[in-house]
């Protein structure tokens, strides 16, 4: 008998999971679901638009879904046109590989002003999602402040920081390219809660963060340490390395380019000063005490008209499905959350790891599926495809993303890649839906 497994969300977790039950089973038949026409999650509208090397690894889940033994389900949502217990009763085995999707609040005085963006709702908007691209964030100046000391801080800054020349070779849409330029700002800060060697982004981002053409980064070296003692043991050579680059960036001068990024670490937001929309940041200097941020009475105000938070995610709840605690993922022991229902990526273990920590993550819950897959008494794609038919779905296959894509990259001329379709109604146009 055919043994069917539904993956909900089409971003790394789930592609390298349906390659590693394809590995191993290459007869069970793997129908992936996800919200939007187009595929690849986060590799399409998470990753930078300048980081186009990393996005390449689409070419790596293109393999897998031509396979004859793959079907996609795009633009159905599970929660809405689909229920997590519909798919169980038609496939052997679900798993929820759909991320982590809600942006953070600060929870400080203002923070719901307008003027303050998530940063999935920004980086969203600058990759082209449908859900974000009508977001027109007013990137107000004379500063932005980017909260968080992690890697999509950093990208958060990047794409802000760069020029038009420098994302050319990007998918970065028109409009997100002239609403940056348009921006008056000439200061960016980004701003760590706790010291440098606390820091959570990684060495490559930090160094890209110095090669940026017209936005000099810069550090107050009284911040940085004598002596690097990172948290972890294990972490001790890259913090050094960390701080390291930092130091570099204390010799810059804070003229030596039109804008400039300040990097401050021991700061901590308290408070958004309105009172109609952001008009600055009240920021508490902090001291580490046991490796926690502890105001130290100091504050001082930043002049910023934008705020973007970059501070993690929480999960969105699916009926049905538990979250963890934490709220940051779904609750589940080693990817499973209850009979014949998994999760892989963020959705299993919170919104941590870089694309390919999904590869061996994914295939670790892969085996854990294969081993309890029942024999196959179940309808699958067959029976999905009839009840989102019943109910009037416009499902997009893999053909039909295959239009988008084709009308993306003819749209653009070299050396763009591709000029993304944004708006929901236009994606489903664009393939005929
Ligand atoms: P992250 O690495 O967990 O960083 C979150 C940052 O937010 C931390 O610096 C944290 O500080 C800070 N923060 C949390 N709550 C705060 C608050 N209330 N006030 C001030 N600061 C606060 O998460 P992320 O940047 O969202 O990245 C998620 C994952 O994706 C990471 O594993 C990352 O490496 C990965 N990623 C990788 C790339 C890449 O490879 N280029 C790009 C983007 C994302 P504390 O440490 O003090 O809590």
């Not at 679901?33 to 590799?43: A, Q, W």
């Not at 003027?115 to 691209?133: E, K, Q, T």
């Not at 060697?197 to 990684?202: G, H, I, M, N, Y």
């Amino acid at each position: 008998m055919t043994r069917h497994v539904a993956i909900v969300g089409s971003g790394p977790a789930g592609f390298y999971a349906a390659e590693a039950i394809f590995k191993k089973a290459p007869e069970v038949r793997i129908d992936m679901i996800d919200r939007l026409p187009t595929p690849y999650g986060l590799v399409r509208s998470g990753v930078a638009p300048d980081h186009q090397g990393t996005k390449n690894v689409w070419r790596v889940f293109d393999r897998t879904a031509r396979r004859d033994t793959f079907r996609y389900f795009g633009h159905v949502e599970v929660g809405r046109d689909v229920s997590v217990e519909e798919l169980l009763a038609r496939y052997d085995a679900v798993v929820l590989a759909v991320g982590v999707t809600v942006d953070r609040r600060l929870g400080i005085p203002g923070d719901d002003l307008p003027g303050v963006y998530g940063s999935r709702a920004l980086s969203g908007w600058y990759n082209g999602h449908p859900d974000f691209s009508g977001l027109e964030p007013e990137l107000r100046g004379p500063g932005i402040a980017v909260i968080g000391n992690g890697n999509v801080a950093v990208d958060v800054v990047r794409v802000l920081s760069r020029e038009p020349d420098e994302m050319i070779k990007t998918d970065i849409p028109r409009y997100a390219l002239d609403a940056i330029e348009r921006s008056d700002y000439s200061e960016l800060y980004m701003l760590g809660r706790r010291g440098p060697s606390q820091a959570s982004f990684t060495t490559a981002e930090l160094r890209e963060l110095g090669e940026m053409t017209r936005t000099v980064a810069l550090v107050d070296p009284a911040q940085l340490p004598e002596v690097v003692e990172a948290d972890d043991p294990k972490h001790q050579k890259k913090m050094e390395k960390i701080v390291e680059t930092l130091r570099s960036y204390s010799q810059n001068a804070p003229d030596a380019k039109p804008q400039r990024l300040h990097l401050r670490f021991f700061a901590s937001p308290v408070r958004v000063i309105g009172p109609d929309r952001v008009r600055g940041l009240e920021v508490a200097v902090t001291e580490l005490r046991d490796g926690r941020a502890v105001a130290t009475g100091e504050t001082y105000v930043l002049e910023v008209g934008t705020i973007v938070t970059a501070i993690g995610y929480g999960a969105t709840p699916l009926e049905g499905v538990p979250l963890a605690a934490s709220g940051t993922s779904f609750a589940n022991v080693d990817g499973k959350i209850a009979d014949r229902l998994w999760a892989v990526g963020w959705a299993k273990r919170g919104p941590s790891g870089v694309i390919a920590t999904n590869r061996g993550d994914s295939a670790e819950v892969a085996d854990r599926v294969l081993a309890e897959l029942s024999d196959g008494a179940r309808g699958g794609g067959d029976a999905l495809g009839a009840l989102l038919a019943e109910r009037g779905a416009r499902v997009v296959s893999y053909d039909d993303w295959l239009a988008i894509d084709e009308k993306e990259r003819a749209a653009a001329s070299e050396p763009t890649p591709r000029v993304k379709i944004t708006s929901m109604d236009a994606l489903l146009a664009a393939c005929g839906r």
